[in-house]
């Protein structure tokens, strides 16, 4: 029987979709076997935040995140190289990056590890890990397609970030919710509530 996850590294990047990024956070929280959360934001994915959360800065962001305070998310910064989760001996059971902007996918699907996020997301691939990639972009170029080829070539899950709408969420926030649960079961945390497609 597969590990049950529970020390996970999310991250968001500079595309479009910081509610999912944020209810896929509070899903963590209150997931009680999840008992560690990682989590690293760029520059790029703060400037979103502020765009479509009207979240400002890194100050509390995970205060401003949850609107709560939280004793097992722990903020990374993504210029510190030698964090926890850069090197293959922390136990991390799964990384989410989520959204997945383009520029991140062709840097973790060449190899280009240049800030913590990559580097984490690298790790996760020489050790063999979950490695989920919610990329966000439309219409795909070649090179998108590409990457997202070599990133599955190498062991990553590329999970676009496509909601569902056969549940009839009633806000972007239930979407956010139910795309967040989706992305959990698929590591094997399957969440209380979430809807499940029964076909009449």
């Given at each position: 029987?597969?590990?049950?996850?529970?020390?996970?590294?999310?991250?968001?990047?500079?595309?479009?979709?910081?509610?999912?990024?944020?209810?896929?956070?509070?899903?963590?929280?209150?997931?009680?076997?999840?008992?560690t959360v990682n989590l690293i934001v760029s520059?790029?994915?703060?400037?979103?935040?502020?765009?479509?959360?009207?979240?400002?800065?890194?100050?509390?962001?995970?205060?401003?995140?949850?609107?709560?305070?939280?004793?097992?998310?722990?903020?990374?910064?993504?210029?510190d190289i030698g964090a926890n989760v850069a090197?293959?001996?922390?136990?991390?059971?799964?990384?989410?990056?989520?959204?997945?902007?383009?520029?991140?996918?062709?840097?973790?699907?060449?190899?280009?590890?240049?800030?913590?996020?990559?580097?984490?997301?690298?790790?996760?691939?020489?050790?063999k890990r979950v490695l989920v990639l919610c990329?966000?972009?439309?219409?795909?170029?070649?090179?998108?397609?590409?990457?997202?080829?070599?990133?599955?070539?190498?062991?990553?899950?590329?999970?676009?970030?496509?909601?569902?709408?056969?549940?009839?969420?009633?806000?972007?926030?239930?979407?956010?919710?139910?795309?967040?649960?989706?992305?959990?079961?698929?590591?094997?945390?399957?969440?209380?509530?979430?809807?499940?497609?029964?076909?009449?």
């Amino acid at each position: 029987m597969a590990q049950v996850p529970k020390n996970l590294t999310i991250a968001a990047t500079g595309a479009s979709g910081a509610v999912f990024t944020r209810e896929l956070l509070r899903a963590a929280e209150a997931d009680s076997r999840v008992t560690t959360v990682n989590l690293i934001v760029s520059d790029n994915a703060l400037r979103v935040f502020a765009e479509e959360l009207e979240i400002r800065g890194r100050s509390d962001l995970v205060k401003q995140l949850l609107e709560a305070e939280s004793r097992k998310i722990h903020q990374q910064a993504n210029n510190d190289i030698g964090a926890n989760v850069a090197s293959g001996s922390y136990p991390t059971d799964a990384m989410i990056v989520l959204p997945c902007s383009m520029g991140t996918l062709a840097r973790i699907a060449n190899g280009l590890a240049g800030n913590l996020i990559e580097r984490a997301a690298d790790v996760c691939l020489k050790e063999k890990r979950v490695l989920v990639l919610c990329v966000r972009e439309t219409p795909l170029n070649k090179i998108h397609i590409r990457n997202m080829y070599r990133a599955a070539d190498a062991g990553a899950t590329v999970y676009p970030l496509i909601p569902t709408f056969y549940n009839h969420p009633k806000s972007v926030e239930e979407m956010a919710r139910q795309f967040a649960c989706r992305v959990l079961a698929h590591i094997g945390l399957q969440q209380p509530g979430a809807y499940v497609w029964k076909p009449e």
